[in-house]
């Protein structure tokens, strides 16, 4: 998939100018980092025929082709371009191209960094450029800065590298506010975002790091779910995006409580370092928004992972088949190390002059990109639904307390089955991503289990079976119906259908009207269902393809529709979902107690 951009962009051109430059329609931006033949770097080549008869024109050319790239060429050609196209009025510059040439210039006088066009003493020239404003070509939607190849680039060519010493981490948090006040133990991202509302909100102008705040963005351009409101976030009813957004609004809230705001908390205790006119949960929410979206984890370093906001390296965008990261790596070459650390990206594949340069952020869902980004993607081969599975047991307790039941709706193994689970350190009622052509192997295994039956043990204790094979075709059919029964059962909780919302999206002019956070919405939840209705049809395929689907196969007393277990209701359900988990994986403060 290929996107177009309407770039305005700000180019180092070696002196203190500005180059205002379009990117033409047929500048292919690679929105989900689709692979692209590039042309060759190369900036000098031997004088050769062409291949045809040998005449006038065919030497001229290999003579041309011989000279090169001069410097400053990308500027001069997209200079002309904006003047074809009646130019850019000084009363009318983007303010964001002020910002950009801010921040090149900061990056060479405070990380004495090379980010010309040309070629210096030891210094190849820079190859990237950065474009004030992308737009995805399926969606048609604004997403933000990027930065772009200034001329062809190989795969591996080296694409910038930041010292260390420009970044905010938890260390340049703790030197900022000191060691006493913000102590060794304290979460990464509650020590950057007290450095971020401290830079912004408290130092403004003489922050040493102005240059950089300046180009980040306001919350409502990133627009992730944890900061819209009711109104939008209705849109998505039926998303299990709405109880992980809920859950992080409540916990965001209590972090700031707990350490800023609450009695007794930072700005109670140093009143002159944490102001609270500045130090305000509007504040915190934005820091946390450019944290989510912005921040990179650093493994390769000599202490051990470290997050980091890395200016300039988080400019680029995001592609779900990109296969670049940002990394660190100790300065020096092979034989002389400085013992100083900078953060590097090499090319994963090569772009095209005007190109849009791609890093991954990760496999992450598009239920991950909204909570934490602000937007989703069309094509994402990562995308999964959360679905919920549970067992309802039916001890003789549980019959006892239903009228309409008798003994034979009694699941024998029920108790049995719930004491394996919380032994594997499982919960009874469990959170499982589908994803478009599969299922966790987590998930079929779990469901194996619950749904055993006394003819499948034969008197043998649960944990005797390997339940990531098949234990029966009657525990296999059972197994795989309450797959199906799950994905349905979520698939109900939407109150629109999938049809209703591509109507809405088909008709441009109406989903116009809507803004940007009720568009994604309609688009997330589309997107979700079309994935359970694919889910469902290759699991009923392969129910029939093994045979499974005859109705004499015997099947487990438990049911896994997804039911709340008796007494979790009175906790308000489930209390953690999978997206949830994925959070705590990835060390979000969101997850402390």
């Keep these: 998939m290929f996107s177009k951009a309407l770039a305005i962009l700000l180019l180092n051109t070696g002196s203190a100018g500005l180059a205002h430059a379009f990117v033409p329609a047929d500048a292919s931006l690679s929105k989900a980092g689709a692979s692209c033949v590039p042309s060759s770097s190369s900036t000098t080549k031997p004088l050769a025929m062409a291949g045809g008869e040998g005449g006038e024109s065919e030497w001229a050319k290999a003579l041309k082709d011989s000279e090169g790239v001069a410097p400053g060429s990308f500027e001069k050609e997209m200079q002309a371009k904006m003047k074809g196209l009646g130019g850019l009025k000084s009363k009318n510059a983007n303010p964001k191209l002020s910002a950009n040439a801010n921040l090149v210039e900061w990056l060479a006088e405070e990380g004495d960094l090379y980010l010309a066009d040309e070629s210096s003493w030891g210094e190849a020239p820079h190859p990237l450029a950065i474009s004030t404003e992308t737009v995805d070509e399926l969606t048609n939607e604004s997403s933000g800065r990027g930065l772009l190849a200034r001329r062809s680039v190989n795969d591996g060519d080296e694409l910038l590298k930041i010292p260390m010493d420009l970044c905010f981490t938890k260390k340049s948090a703790r030197k900022a506010f000191g060691k006493e006040v913000l102590d060794r133990d304290i979460n990464e991202y509650l020590a950057i975002a007290c450095q971020l509302v401290r830079e912004k909100n408290v130092l403004g102008e003489k922050s040493r790091w102005k240059p950089y705040i300046d180009v980040l963005p306001e919350v409502d351009e990133v627009n992730p779910t944890f900061t819209w409101s009711d109104e939008d976030l209705s849109f998505l009813e039926g998303s299990p995006v709405v109880a992980a957004t809920q859950s992080m609004q409540m916990k965001l809230k209590r972090e700031y409580d707990a350490l800023l705001g609450g009695e007794g908390a930072l700005c109670d205790k140093y009143p002159d370092l944490f102001p609270r006119e500045h130090f305000t949960y509007e504040n915190w929410v934005w820091a946390f928004t450019m944290l989510f979206s912005r921040a990179i984890r650093l493994r390769n370093m000599r202490q051990g992972e470290t997050l980091a906001m890395v200016p300039y390296a988080d400019l680029i965008n995001h592609s779900a088949f990109s296969g670049a990261y940002v ?267």
């Design 327 to 593: 990394d660190a790596r100790e300065v020096g070459d092979w034989l002389f190390k400085t013992g100083g650390e900078e953060v590097i990206l090499y090319a994963d594949r090569g772009y095209r002059k005007m190109e849009q340069v791609y890093i991954s952020y990760g496999p992450k869902s598009n239920a991950d990109l909204l909570l934490l980004y602000g937007f989703a993607l069309e094509r994402n081969p990562f995308n999964s639904v959360d679905v919920t599975v549970s067992i309802k047991p039916r001890t003789k307790a549980d019959i006892s307390e239903d009228d309409g039941a008798s003994d034979a709706d009694i699941d024998p193994l029920a108790e049995e089955k719930i004491a394996f689970v919380e032994d594997a350190g499982r919960k009874t009622i469990v959170d499982f991503p589908c994803y478009a052509d599969r299922y966790p192997t987590e998930m079929i295994e779990y469901l194996r289990l619950m749904q055993m039956t006394p003819e499948d043990t034969r008197e043998r204790p649960l944990g005797d079976f390997d339940y990531s094979r098949t234990i029966s075709a009657a525990n296999e059919a059972a197994a795989l119906s309450s797959v199906v029964d799950a994905v349905k059962r979520q698939l109900s909780k939407y109150p629109t259908t999938e049809e209703d919302d591509a109507t809405i999206i088909k008709d441009k002019g109406l989903f116009r009207l809507l803004n940007y956070k009720q568009r994604m919405a309609i688009r997330h939840r589309r997107n979700e269902k079309r994935l359970l209705k694919r889910t469902i049809a290759a699991l009923e395929k392969q129910i029939r393809r093994k045979g499974l689907d005859t109705e004499d196969l015997q099947r487990a007393g438990g049911s896994t529709l997804g039911e709340v277990l008796p007494g979790d209701e009175k906790l308000g359900g489930k209390q953690r979902t999978a997206l949830e988990d994925r959070l705590e994986k990835m060390g979000l403060p969101v997850d402390l107690r």
